[in-house]
């Protein structure tokens, strides 16, 4: 039998897209993790409706959680209510999928453009990571005779972008420009870097992955790649993540990205 991804996991963002798929495919892995926690912002909205009823279809295992990454009072709410759900014991992975992106040449980007993809994409994570530090720690503890860093033992993965490479910047550029987007990714990718070294002490791995150019809402009907192959690829890589990956930026096939 294959082994468990994790037992327990949350997944922000899962109302669509690459967040949805990565909550089916959990589910739906030959050994799924015993606990689900799908994030979305509104979970009662038309939006929301596929991933309700795949959470029905699975109900002993996925449970919708209210989360807007924006909103402090409503992620405090969240990290209380999965904590409750968990009875006692920690959260092994958690992966901040919630993410925006405007179309953002020079010209057509603002003061507001900036600190509102900068503030889903960034201090979102940031604020997720510090209220369920706790939980992840929790479950850190869970393997005491265990120095080694993985994802059934505890992390954060932050699902990042190609774009967010300062060093690849000239090769494609031209062709997306996206000033919010790519500006906030970079920064993203830092928080990664500082959560690494910080949550090492912890036991806890942290990484930047990018999902590769995708046929979503966001990554538009022209992208070379379907939801479905992007998880598949990104579950590979999460089930084989060990320390020396914690604090690395790499794709859906396992190869790393120059930040």
């Known amino acids: 039998m294959a ?10 963002g899962s109302n669509r897209g690459i967040g949805l798929e990565l909550v089916r495919q959990l589910v739906d892995s030959p050994t799924p993790p015993v606990q689900i926690f799908a994030g979305c912002r509104d979970p009662n909205g038309q939006r929301s409706q596929d991933l309700q009823e795949l959470a029905q279809k699975h109900r002993d295992v996925i449970t919708v959680v209210q989360l807007d990454t924006t909103s402090p009072t409503s992620i405090a709410e969240a990290s209380k209510l999965v ?6 014991k920690g959260l092994n992975l958690i992966i901040n999928n919630a993410g925006v992106n405007i179309p953002g040449s020079l010209a057509e980007t603002g003061k507001q453009e900036m600190v509102d993809v900068y503030t889903t994409n ?8 510090k209220d369920f530090h706790p939980l992840l720690c929790k479950a ?3 393997f005491p005779h265990q120095t080694s860093m993985s994802c059934s033992r505890s992390a954060i993965i932050n699902v990042s972008t190609l774009l967010s490479s300062i060093t690849t910047c000239p090769e494609n550029f031209s062709v997306s420009p996206m000033y919010p987007y790519r500006v906030s990714k970079a920064a993203l990718n830092m928080l990664t870097r500082c959560l690494s070294e910080d949550l090492k002490k912890d036991g806890i791995l942290v990484m930047s992955l990018h999902p590769g150019w995708v046929q979503t809402e966001m990554g538009g ?5 379907t939801t479905a192959e992007s998880i598949s690829g990104m579950m590979k ?5 060990t320390e020396k990956d914690t604090g690395t930026l790499l794709d859906w096939e396992g190869k790393n990205i120059p930040w």
């Open 3 to 12: 082994s468990r991804i994790c037992d327990s996991v949350l997944v922000t």
């Open 83 to 88: 904590e409750t759900k968990l009875k006692g």
């Open 122 to 129: 960034v201090v979102g994570p940031m604020l997720i990571a």
């Open 140 to 142: 850190a503890a869970q």
């Open 221 to 225: 009907p022209k992208a070379p790649l």
């Open 237 to 241: 890589v999460i089930t084989s993540l």
